[in-house]
C-alpha cells in the first residue's frame, strides 16, 4: 500500500469513528454529514469517496466485523480439532472483539439503525461470514456426532445467532456496565449444552 492509499484509508476510519461517535451523540437521523466533515476536518468530496451515505458507514462497519471472522477467527478454529471447542473458541474472539474494539456505544448505535424499518438490516444477510462460519461448524459437528441431529445445522444457527443479538442487545442497554467476555461464558455455555448430544 502506498502513501497515498494509507491516507485514502486514515480518512475514511476518522471519518467512519467521528460519524460513530455523532450517531451514539445524537441520534443517527440527527445528524447530517456537514456536521461529520465538520467534525473530521474533511471535505464532502471526501466523505463521498468513502461512503454513498451516512447509512454506509453502519456498512462499513460490519465489513470490519466480518473482515475479523476471515482474518483472525478462522485460522484459529482451523487448529482446533473438536467443534465443540471451535464454537466456544468462535464465541469467545468475538465477544472479546465486541466488547474492546466496538464498545457497547458503537454496538448500541448499530442496533439502533439495524431497527429501521425503511431499509434492510445487514443482521439479516445470510451470505456474511458469521452465518457461514456457524453453519460450517454445526455441519462438522454433527458429522462427528457432537452436536444433536433433531436439528439441522441451520436451526442450530438461528438458535444462537438470536442469543448473541439478545446478549448484545441486553449489554447495550446496561450500557456495558458488565464485561461481556465473562457473560458470554455464562450464557453461551448453557445453550451449547443444549445442543450437543
Known sequence: ?????QRAMETKRRIAEAALELFNEKGFTNVTVDEIIEKTSTS???FYN????KHDIFL?????IDDFYVQELLPKLSQIDSAVEKLHVFLNMQMTYIEKDLGWDVTRTIYEHALNT???SFFLNPDRPLYNILLDLFVEGQKKKEFRE???AEQMVAILVKVMRGMLY???IYKGN???TEEQETLFSVVIRGLVI
Open 118 to 120: 425503511e431499509r434492510e
Open 50 to 53: 468513502h461512503f454513498k451515505s
Open 170 to 172: 441486553d449489554w447495550s
Open 150 to 152: 433433531d436439528l439441522t
Open 60 to 64: 462499513n462497519k460490519f465489513n470490519e
Open 1 to 5: 500500500m502506498n502513501l497515498r492509499q
Open 44 to 46: 464532502k468530496g471526501a
Open 178 to 180: 458488565y464485561l461481556l
